[in-house]
């Protein structure tokens, strides 16, 4: 049988087409959050382990590398958050022309950047204050 | 040309998977479901004045906190399954591994949702001190 073509075709798009690089990085970041449940049911878990067990836990989850996943974590959610609720919009049947779809992709740009830095500034705060 | 397809079978509009919207509408439930629960549990994680034991701990076992927390992790590791299964059965084309990873990934995911219910009814029943 011939080799027929299969979805989805990243390398025939130019990445910088603001259709595709919403796309993708709302899979993206859906992906980490992904990863990112296996941290929660961990940490979960270690409390539910009793005082000893939840402290050798939080001392691995307090380790620099998982800095490093929490930020990963925080720009997943605030985007994945925002860029879903787009899509939500547009299963309504709204905001599907070009230009709409065009400003809709500036504004969950915008949204979930000051979402970032209102969330990542609490945390900021919280870290210090832990 | 007349169609083959039977009257029926064109307005179920089912195809050969014989699957319709489930898959969809379940997705688009479980995100409409995971904006108020996600933002709420950030909020609440990080208003805790701390992230010791005793803290947390007194926080989970509080009714609405333990009941929230159950929905949470049961809609967002289903939400995750339907959005993970996407991604694999998009990107690995040969069936053996496609077959494999989903099979893998759906137990892992049933495994985090099972094992987060269990974790917070421990500490909301108090078996975590």
Known sequence: MRERPLSPHLSVYKLSRYTLATSIFNRFTGLILSVGLIVLVYWLMAVASGTRAYENAHEILSAGIFKLVYAGLLVAFCYHLVAGIRHLVWDTGRGLERAQSKRSAGIVIVISIALLLLLGYWLFLAAGRA | ?129
């Open chain 2, 1 to 129: 040309m007349k169609s083959l397809r039977s009257p029926l079978g064109v307005v179920s509009g089912l195809g050969s998977a014989k699957g319709g919207v489930h898959h969809w509408w379940l997705q688009r439930l479980t995100s409409i479901a995971l904006v108020p629960l996600t933002i709420w549990f950030t909020v609440s994680l990080l208003s805790l004045p701390s992230l010791d034991h005793v803290t947390v701990i007194a926080w989970m076992a509080q009714s609405w906190t333990a009941l929230l927390l159950i929905v949470l992790v049961l809609v967002a590791t289903y939400h995750s399954q339907l959005g993970v299964r996407v991604v694999i059965e998009d990107y690995i084309h040969t069936t053996g591994m496609k077959t494999l990873t989903l099979v893998t990934v759906t137990f892992a995911h049933a495994l985090l949702a099972v094992a987060g219910v269990f974790a917070i009814l421990k500490v909301a029943f108090g078996g975590a001190t």
